[in-house]
T-cell receptor
Framework: DQQVKQNSPSLSVQEGRISILNCDYT??????FLWYKKYPAEGPTFLIS?????DKNEDGRFTVFLNKSAKHLSLHIVPSQPGDSAVYFC???????????FGTGTRLTVIP | NAGVMQNPRHLVRRRGQEARLRCSPMKGHSHVYWYRQLPEEGLKFMVYLQKENIIDESGMPKERFSAEFPKEGPSILRIQQVVRGDSAAYFC??????????????FGPGTRLTVL
């Protein structure tokens, strides 16, 4: 039962342009979402999070948008840089629980 | 400021052997989580522990897998009588308060288990 879905396995973007990574979820009990970035042979690195009481959270080049009615969130990276090339995972969690539910990831390639 | 540490980074076992994976949480964190990532999949939750207690093991296979987080020392994920299907990357994460929503989990580099 895949409660968090990332339907685009890969995305290629030119350096300097915007990268938009999408994520959908089915569990309406999720009230906190996180994005992680993962390089090969390393663990996921926390990027940015958002609470369900917000619809936007921004940190430098990274912005996460949450649309609760559509059960959809997206991560915007602008401007994209070659060092952003990695696999990006979104995850959801609900209050009172401790396990993160991860999507299957989107591999972002930023072309110099 | 050391992050989450896991060892070994790579572990090769033959079918039927035991695998022991270790995880030391970030300084100041007393909540530990284990996740498994099979090839081409996302991370799947296995178990959540606090010091000396298993809080949630709903993602752990019922047989052959066990986890502990003793008062002293690292958390251990133990897999007995490994089979080829256990080959995966095992990630440990730690957090400060275990509050779930709002409590960010920070991940270690993972242990890549290969079962021959």
């Amino acid at each position: 039962d895949q409660q968090v879905k990332q339907n685009s396995p890969s995305l290629s973007v030119q350096e300097g342009r915007i990268s938009i990574l999408n994520c959908d979820y089915t569990n309406s009990m999720f009230d906190y979402f996180l994005w992680y970035k993962k390089y090969p042979a390393e663990g996921p690195t926390f990027l940015i999070s958002i609470s369900s009481i917000k619809d936007k959270n921004e940190d430098g080049r990274f912005t996460v948008f949450l649309n609760k009615s559509a059960k959809h969130l997206s991560l915007h990276i602008v401007p994209s840089q070659p060092g952003d090339s990695a696999v990006y995972f979104c995850a959801g969690v609900q209050t009172g629980a401790n396990n993160l539910f991860f999507g299957t990831g989107t591999r972002l390639t930023v072309i110099p | 400021n050391a992050g989450v540490m896991q060892n070994p980074r790579h572990l090769v076992r033959r079918r039927g052997q035991e695998a022991r994976l270790r995880c030391s949480p970030m300084k100041g964190h007393s909540h530990v989580y284990w996740y498994r990532q099979l090839p081409e999949e996302g991370l799947k939750f296995m178990v959540y522990l606090q010091k000396e207690n298993i809080i949630d093991e709903s993602g752990m296979p019922k047989e052959r897998f066990s986890a502990e987080f003793p008062k002293e020392g690292p958390s251990i994920l133990r897999i007995q009588q490994v089979v080829r299907g256990d080959s995966a990357a095992y990630f440990c994460a730690s957090s400060h308060s275990g509050q779930g929503a709002g409590d960010t989990q920070y991940f270690g580099p993972g242990t890549r288990l290969t079962v021959l």
